[in-house]
Each structure stands twice: as structure tokens, then as C-alpha cells.
């Protein structure tokens, strides 16, 4: 053993080299550091705190500062700030900085809606040098930039992101996923095609086509799910199901055991009711002509000798304030009729898209109640205490306002839509209405590649109402502004025939109301409801630009209006003319249809001849009045809705073949009506390319 003086000794020779040692790390740590702020981190701090600290920071870690100031700017919603402390940014960044650059740069264009920009800057990110925060957010302003459109690439996104989150984001994203999945179109999902090792993506389609084959069974649904989950563990839905998914997995059916039909069986209103009523009870009858198998129908030619009458428009649906027309007796005000039961049970639907074409008889209770009789509130807590499980209608627009707002425990298909839509979880919205119409017409016209609309509609306030659903329409699938040009009386238009003026396809942008936009917020990554500007009012020509013409005309004025556009256009313009279904009326013979020839027009599916049997049917039933017949057609829709209640609510992307279009509920369960559209060619009616 050493003597212990020795180990003091060595002791002391050691002690100054440690001092030393500590001195010289101190006098480095004054000298020139990297930054050590990592922007490619989270930004948790608010855009105040990064900027105090890009002020008290050397040139080393002030852009590491900005940029994170930047980014907290961007997420508070202040664009102006944040762009001007982009100018402020040094023209000499580190790789690093340029990629965080490139990501602020496309969320700020995405936040002002310069959707084009902002995708050609993504496409400038160098994704391997990205952190796993930095890849989720640039995931996510990928999502944002698709705009909502679901695609293959959107997909393949949405794949990408998923494992880069947790929590929230993680079930939005696989919410967001078979969102995306279940809008796409049967037929486009039928035709992508993948890649070998994406077992992911092969996964989620084998899931869409599991729940469509089984939708309509909850048993067979939760034993399917159960199976693709044992096929496919690995996959993000198997371990954490879309929330609709789950939720459709303790899904009942509502009764129908007893249905309230509140309709307005006397005034003005009483004719349009009795039409519903009609197909109503003949659909839950089964009265229905079933539509012959071996042949395709054509469209119906509108030959009838008696033509539709104006006071029946389709428009009366929503606001009917035409004048008094004869009709049926209706039962004594405030009483409620009960319908005979009919003999057999309601068949269990297939496995598939249901159809209102032709169902069996139910032994449902339908109890009718006059809401032209007494208030609304009054009519609702009769059903109620006549033991209601569901009810259909009201059909006024005032009064299914007041039902919305009433909290009423029971189910209603609503037979309009309000002016404001409420959400709630026991009420859905189906209407034929010409906004209906205006909207369906924006998405096939954008579908046929046409992208500078006029809109040529009544000086009234349906022209208001159709300009303004179809421009919001337009601006939500992508489209810039929407011109628009009214016409007066049919006096009004005969005179521009006459004096040869024709009309000039020039117009005025339409100043729409704007929707309730809703902002994305995913990954950290908020791009917030885009700001709607006022577009200018000024009188534009649109001779040179226009290519597509949207004609909301009665079938007289739009004998009138068609020559008039040749007049100024010429026989061999590429600008195609569209007409809503308002000038789709009896009574237009082979003259009428050579005059229109080029000329597509929509229509519910019935008076397209998808069921010739059911249309000459119901034209017998309403003395080939279509407005009367596309009434009857709601009925048998409502009818075959009524008992779908619960799949509306809960089941996302449940569409219904029905007479007055194909049906779909969106996420406030107001049905969307997709209709057939015709064209008339050389003397006959086609279905539209």
C-alpha cells in the first residue's frame, strides 16, 4: 500500500488539470455555436414567444426563430404577419432551413387559396430530408390541397401520414381515409389500379367492398368486419375501426311500425300532398310497376297531348304560392287517417345499393296528419301520443324550421330543407328543389370539362335562389366566378325575336352568399376556412369565354330562348346548353325536340325512363302533369328512405337508386339528389355523353 502522502501528493498534481479543463470549456461556450433550436421539431410556443426570441438571438439562431414564428403566425390565422416576416427571411438558408421554408410557403398559399402554387411548391419538397414531424405536416397540407376531391393519390396520402400520428390526428386520419374511400364512384374504384406491395391500400379496398356487400345487415356486417380483420391485422382500420364504421357495428334498424305522414291537406299546398301521399302509400303497398328487365329503357319522349300546368312547377315544392288548384277532397282538418295494413311483411333488403323502384307490401301503420289544420308543434305531439316511431314531412318550409327547432324525440325525414341547416341526430332532409337541381347541374357540367358557366335564369326570386346554389356548388368543386344573365316575360323575349337582337351570352358575376366554409386542422397543420371575396359587379362580356349555358326556363320560354342564343352564337357553336328539368313537360312533340337538338336537360330518373311501366302509369294517375309525377316519385322515395332511417344517419357513403335521383346523405343527412341527363338529337332523346 502507498503511503498516504503519496496519494495526496498526486491528489493536488490533479486537481489544477480538472480547473483547467473546465476554464477552457467555458471560454469556448462565448465563442460562435450552431443554433440549437430545432425547427424541425414541433412549434408548441405562441408566434410572441418565437419572435421575442428571434430579436435576442445572434444571426447563427435568428432565422431558426423566424421560422418558427412563421409557422406559430400561419397556425394563429395572422397571414399578413407571417408573410412579412417571410420578406424578413436571409436569401442564404441551410438546407434544413429551405426545407421548412418550402412548407411554410405552401401553407400560406393554401390559407389564401392559391391551391396551384401551393401544390407546385410540394412538389419542390425533398421528403428524405424531412423529420417525422416535418413529413406528417407536409402530408397533411397534401390532404388540404386536394381540396376534399378523393383520388387515388389522396389515398395514397392519407396511407402515407397514418403511421406519422397519434391520438386525434391518428382516428381523423383513418376517419378522413374511408371518407375518401366511400365517395369515390363504384365504377372508379372498380378501375384502380395499385401496385403489388401496396397491401395498405389493398387492405382499405377489400374493407369498402366488404360494407358495401353487407350495409344493409348488421349482423352480417359485424361477422365480415370480424373476418377482414383476421385477414388483415397489420392494417391501421383493423386496429382502430372509422369511427362510422364502429359506430354502424351497434347499429339497429329504426321502426316503421308506425309512420306519421304530415302533409297539408287543404290550400294551396293540398294538390302537391296528395301527389306524395299517392306514392307513398303505393309504395308501401307495393303497388309499384316493376320496371321490365331484358331491354334498357330509353328516355321518355314527351309526346302527351296535355301539357304540364305551370302552377305546378317543381319549385311549389319549396315555396307553394301559386294560385288555388283544384283537387281531391281532402279528410277533415285535424284529424289523422290510419292506412290499411297490408297482408304480407316487408322483405328483408339485399345485401347491395337498395332501389325505390319496386318493393313489397308492409304491414306498417301509416297515420296521416293535416298540418294546414292546426300548428305544427300541435301536429308533432299528436303523432308523438299516437305512438309515431317516425315521421315524414312536414312539407312547408316554415314548418320543418319549427320542427328542426323543436327537439322532438322522434325521427323525421323532413319533406324540405330549411334555410339554415341543423344538425341533428334524429332528423334528415329530402327536398326536390331547383337549388337541388342548380347543384347537381354545377357538378355535370364541371364534369364534362366545361369551366366558364353563364347562368340564364328568371328575374325572380327562383333565378336568386338557383344563381346562388349553383355558383356556392361551382366555387366548392374548384370553379372561379360564375356569370349570370336574367330574362323577363315571355312578351319581353318575343321582342328581342323580333327585332333580331338575340341574346349576347354576356353577364354579371353572381356575388353568391357564401357557404359555411369549414377550415383543416390536421398534423399540426391549420389551414383555416378560405376568406370568400366580393367579386367585382361590373358588366363582363362573355361572348369569347363562356363555353357553357345553364337555362332555368319554362318549356315555352325556352322555345324562345334557344334560337335566340343561335341568333348570336350561330348554329356551330362549341357552347353547350344545359336546361334544368323546369321546361321538361308534357306535350313537346318531335318539332320541339328537332328545335332543341344539342341541348341537355336533367330529370328525376322516372321521367327518363328508367321504369317505363311506373311512368305511364303515374302520367295516367296525373294526366301526364310531370310536376305532379315527380311528386309521386318523392313519395315513393320517402316512402323507401323512411325505411332506411338508420343507414342515412350512420352509414357513410349510402346511396339509394331512386325515382327522383340517385340518392346520397351527407353529414347533416340532407339527401342529395344525382339526376339522369338527356339530350335531344336529331329528332329523338338520348342519354347525355
Same mark, same amino acid.
Request: hydrophobic share 40%; glycine share 8%; charged share 15%.
Given at each position: 500500500m502507498l503511503p498516504s502522502k503519496v496519494v495526496r501528493r498526486k491528489a493536488g498534481r490533479f486537481l489544477p488539470v480538472v480547473l483547467a479543463g473546465l476554464i477552457l470549456a467555458a471560454c469556448s461556450g462565448q465563442g460562435p455555436q450552431t443554433s440549437t433550436v430545432n425547427i424541425q421539431g414541433p412549434a408548441t410556443a405562441n408566434s410572441a414567444y418565437y419572435l421575442q426570441q428571434a430579436q435576442q438571438s445572434s444571426d447563427d439562431s435568428k432565422t431558426d426563430w423566424q421560422l418558427l414564428a412563421i409557422r406559430a403566425l400561419l397556425k394563429e390565422g395572422k397571414y399578413p404577419e407571417a408573410t412579412q416576416q417571410l420578406s424578413q427571411l436571409p436569401q442564404q438558408l441551410s438546407e434544413t432551413q429551405q426545407q421548412e421554408l418550402l412548407l411554410l410557403q405552401a401553407q400560406l398559399q393554401l390559407s389564401t387559396q392559391q391551391i396551384k402554387e401551393a401544390q407546385a411548391r410540394l412538389q419542390q419538397v425533398k421528403t428524405g430530408a424531412l423529420s417525422q414531424d416535418q413529413l406528417a405536416r407536409y402530408y397533411g397540407l397534401q390532404i388540404a390541397s386536394a381540396q376534399g376531391r378523393p383520388s387515388l393519390s389522396l389515398l395514397r396520402t392519407y396511407i402515407a401520414q397514418e403511421p406519422l400520428l397519434k391520438g386525434p390526428d391518428h382516428q381523423s386520419n383513418i376517419d378522413a381515409t374511408w371518407q375518401a374511400l366511400t365517395q369515390m364512384p363504384q365504377q372508379e374504384v372498380s378501375n384502380l389500379v395499385i401496385n403489388a406491395? $401496396?397491401? +395498405?391500400?389493398?387492405?382499405?379496398l377489400d374493407l369498402l367492398a366488404v360494407w358495401r356487400a353487407n350495409s344493409q345487415d348488421a349482423e352480417m356486417l359485424k361477422s365480415a368486419i370480424k373476418d377482414w380483420q383476421t385477414r388483415y391485422p397489420q392494417n391501421p382500420a383493423a386496429k382502430t375501426l372509422p369511427t362510422q364504421l364502429s359506430q354502424m357495428q351497434n347499429y339497429? @334498424?329504426? /321502426?316503421? =311500425?308506425?309512420?306519421?305522414?304530415? #302533409? %297539408?291537406?287543404?290550400?294551396?299546398?293540398? +294538390?302537391?300532398?296528395?301527389?306524395?301521399q299517392k306514392g307513398f302509400n303505393d309504395a308501401k303497398n307495393g303497388l309499384l310497376t316493376p320496371a321490365p328487365q331484358p331491354a334498357a329503357a330509353q328516355p321518355a319522349t314527351a309526346d302527351a297531348t296535355t301539357s304540364a300546368q305551370p302552377a305546378a312547377n317543381a319549385d311549389a315544392v319549396v315555396s307553394p304560392s301559386a294560385a288555388p288548384i283544384s283537387a281531391p277532397q281532402a279528410q277533415p282538418a285535424g284529424t289523422a287517417t290510419q292506412q290499411p295494413a297490408a297482408a304480407q311483411p316487408a322483405a328483408t333488403q339485399p345485401a347491395a345499393t337498395p332501389s325505390a323502384a319496386s318493393e313489397p307490401a308492409s304491414n306498417a301503420q301509416i297515420k296521416v296528419y293535416d298540418t294546414s289544420s292546426q300548428p305544427i308543434q300541435q301536429v308533432m305531439q299528436q303523432a308523438q301520443q299516437d305512438g309515431a316511431t317516425i315521421v315524414v314531412g312536414p312539407l312547408l318550409k316554415s314548418d320543418v324550421e319549427q320542427v328542426a327547432n323543436s327537439q322532438t324525440p322522434l325521427n323525421v325525414l323532413a319533406l324540405n330543407e330549411p334555410e339554415k341547416i341543423q344538425n341533428h341526430p334524429n332528423v334528415c332532409y329530402f327536398a326536390l328543389s331547383p337549388e337541388d337541381e342548380a347543384r347537381d347541374a354545377a357538378h355535370h357540367i364541371w364534369d364534362q370539362g366545361k369551366r366558364q358557366p353563364l347562368l340564364l335564369v328568371p328575374r325572380s326570386g327562383l333565378g336568386d335562389r338557383v344563381t346562388n346554389a349553383f355558383a356556392q356548388e361551382w366555387q366548392s368543386l374548384g370553379g372561379s366566378t360564375v356569370l349570370q344573365q336574367r330574362f323577363g316575360s315571355t312578351a319581353e323575349l318575343k321582342q328581342g325575336i323580333n327585332s333580331g337582337a338575340g341574346i349576347s351570352l354576356s353577364g354579371t358575376p353572381v356575388n353568391a352568399a357564401p357557404a359555411e366554409p369549414q377550415g383543416v386542422s390536421i398534423a399540426g397543420v391549420t389551414i383555416p376556412a378560405p376568406q370568400q371575396s366580393t367579386p367585382d359587379v361590373a358588366s363582363t362580356s362573355g361572348d369569347g369565354a363562356v363555353d357553357a349555358v345553364y337555362i332555368v326556363s319554362t318549356q315555352g320560354e325556352l322555345q324562345l330562348i334557344k334560337p335566340m342564343i343561335t341568333m348570336r352564337t350561330g348554329s356551330r357553336s362549341n357552347i353547350a346548353l344545359y336546361a334544368s328539368s323546369r321546361s321538361a313537360q308534357a306535350g313537346a312533340g318531335p318539332d320541339f325536340r328537332l328545335e332543341m337538338d344539342g341541348l341537355q336537360f /336533367?330529370?328525376?330518373? #322516372? #321521367?327518363?325512363?328508367?321504369?317505363?311501366?311506373?311512368?305511364?302509369?303515374? =302520367? @295516367? /294517375?296525373?294526366?301526364?302533369? *310531370? =310536376?305532379? +309525377?315527380?311528386? *309521386?316519385?318523392?313519395?315513393?322515395? !320517402?316512402?323507401?328512405?323512411?325505411?332506411?332511417?338508420?343507414?342515412?344517419?350512420? =352509414? %357513410?357513403?349510402?346511396?339509394?337508386?331512386?325515382?327522383?335521383? @340517385? #340518392? /346520397?346523405?351527407? !353529414?347533416?343527412? +340532407?339527401?342529395?339528389? @344525382?339526376?339522369?341527363?338527356?339530350? *335531344?338529337?336529331?329528332? $329523338?332523346? !338520348?342519354p347525355a355523353n
Open positions: 406491395d $401496396e397491401n +395498405v391500400l389493398q387492405g382499405w339497429t @334498424k329504426a /321502426s316503421t =311500425s308506425t309512420i306519421a305522414l304530415l #302533409l %297539408p291537406l287543404n290550400g294551396q299546398a293540398q +294538390v302537391f300532398a296528395n301527389a306524395i /336533367s330529370d328525376i330518373p #322516372l #321521367l327518363s325512363g328508367t321504369n317505363p311501366g311506373l311512368m305511364q302509369q303515374a =302520367s @295516367k /294517375s296525373f294526366n301526364n302533369d *310531370y =310536376s305532379l +309525377v315527380r311528386l *309521386y316519385a318523392m313519395g315513393i322515395d !320517402a316512402w323507401t328512405l323512411a325505411n332506411h332511417f338508420n343507414q342515412m344517419r350512420q =352509414s %357513410p357513403g349510402f346511396t339509394l337508386d331512386g325515382n327522383t335521383g @340517385k #340518392l /346520397s346523405a351527407d !353529414a347533416d343527412c +340532407v339527401i342529395n339528389r @344525382k339526376l339522369t341527363w338527356n339530350q *335531344y338529337r336529331r329528332g $329523338e332523346i !338520348a
